[in-house]
């Protein structure tokens, strides 16, 4: 499970890098990337070969070597509402029904929450928020 970048994570405007992943001839097309906990955290859309998948992955790339330290899979069905805070990658389908808390060393599910997500997650004051699509703002009551 190892690979490399293909070029730069920066962003270069608003477009960003592509990961290739060497496991199973895959790669991801980076969305967003997060820095959590010394861990440089890529989601994006996974592809296989050419094809779209339409599943959404996590890339985990040691920020010393560049190398891909592994791929989790996120939840899949279109776009993604994630942060990072408290030790996690929070990660959750727009408008959808459920977070997921994924330690970003590992990978790893730690909790899954049932919850009403909005367009996007922000962690703040150790309380999980959500904006809906019209701006409101709510505070996710079974989170943390």
Do not use: F, Q
């Not at 890529?42 to 070969?49: I, L, P, Q």
């Not at 509402?81 to 959750?92: F, P």
């Not at 909790?111 to 997650?121: E, K, N």
């Amino acid at each position: 499970m190892r690979g490399r970048p293909e070029r730069s994570l920066a962003a270069a405007g608003t477009e960003l890098a592509r990961i290739r992943i060497t496991r199973a001839g895959g790669s991801l097309a980076v969305n967003e990337i997060l820095l959590a906990g010394g861990e440089v955290l890529a989601v994006g859309d996974w592809t296989a070969g050419t094809v779209l998948t339409n599943a959404n992955a996590l890339a985990r790339i040691s920020p010393r070597s560049g190398r891909l330290e592994g791929v989790t899979p996120l939840p899949a069905g279109g776009p993604l509402a994630v942060t990072v805070g408290a030790g996690s990658l929070w990660v959750a389908r727009e408008g959808g029904s459920t977070v997921e808390r994924i330690d970003p060393h590992t990978g790893k599910l730690v909790a899954r929450y049932r919850d009403a997500v909005g367009v996007s997650l922000a962690l703040a004051g150790g309380r999980l928020w959500t904006v809906s699509r019209d701006g409101t703002l709510r505070r996710l009551r079974n989170s943390l």
